[in-house]
């Protein structure tokens, strides 16, 4: 094996860590975001309820 083959090697080796490392982000970015709509939509259906009942009394 060649000095050449085994910097190519590494270096696609770092390519494949970085893709994966880039995809693996994106999915925990994609995953937040919706716990965070989540959590709005739930806290604004709470907070109607919430309201509809003091406005009943």
Same mark, same amino acid.
């Given at each position: 094996? %060649?000095?050449? !083959? @085994? $910097?190519?090697?590494? #270096? !696609? #080796?770092?390519? %494949? %860590? #970085?893709?994966? =490392?880039? @995809?693996?982000? #994106?999915?925990? !970015?994609?995953?937040?975001?919706? =716990? $965070?709509?989540? %959590?709005?939509?739930?806290?604004? =259906?709470? =907070?109607?309820? @919430?309201? !509809? ?5």
């Amino acid at each position: 094996m %060649t000095y050449g !083959s @085994k $910097v190519f090697e590494k #270096a !696609s #080796a770092d390519k %494949t %860590t #970085a893709e994966t =490392k880039g @995809k693996y982000y #994106a999915e925990i !970015s994609v995953y937040n975001i919706s =716990k $965070v709509c989540n %959590t709005i939509k739930i806290y604004n =259906k709470t =907070k109607l309820r @919430k309201y !509809s009942m003091i406005k009943i009394k």
